[in-house]
């Protein structure tokens, strides 16, 4: 390694190793995935859960904004996937495409608005009627 032999070259790795497990103690590197991988992308708080046959579509809100993501029952294999959005009064908003681990995010402005999210994950689809009212 680095063109080093004998013992400056374990000394060299050694270092190497050190440096790396430091990085991975003070979180510089991280084993573990961000915590926003776990919620699609969405800000705010986990508002409701919309379930269905091909998994599910979870519905984030903070005080402004709603966002929402499609997430497959079956994560892993390339599958069509749709998310979206739509407040009262205004337009949808979608993401559509073939995703392995989810759909979206998708975000609107709601402030005291009730919104309509459909998802879908291969033929199977989802419709949740006004939430969040």
């Known amino acids: 390694m680095f063109g080093l ?5 374990r000394e060299v790795r050694a270092a190497g190793v050190f440096s790396a ?3 991975l103690a003070s979180g510089v590197l991280s ?10 992308g969405c ?34 294999a390339r599958t069509w996937m749709s ?3 739509q407040p009262r009064g205004g337009v949808p908003v979608r993401d559509e495409g073939r995703f392995t681990r989810f759909a979206g995010p ?4 709601a402030v005291s608005r009730c919104v309509y ?3 879908q994950v291969g033929s199977e689809a989802v419709g949740s009627g006004w939430i969040l009212c």
């Not at 032999?5 to 070259?9: L, S, V």
Request: proline letters at 10%; aromatic letters at 4%.
């Open 43 to 76: 800000p705010g708080q986990l508002a409701r859960t919309v379930d269905f046959a091909g998994g599910e579509v979870r519905v984030y809100k903070t005080h402004a904004q709603v966002c929402a993501v499609t997430v497959p029952a079956r994560p892993g």
């Open 83 to 85: 998310v979206s959005v």
């Open 5 to 9: 032999r004998g013992g400056a070259g």
């Open 31 to 40: 084993a573990a995935p961000p915590a926003q991988a776990a919620t699609g």
């Open 117 to 119: 999210v459909k998802g």
């Open 106 to 109: 998708v975000t609107v402005p």
């Open 21 to 23: 497990g430091l990085l």
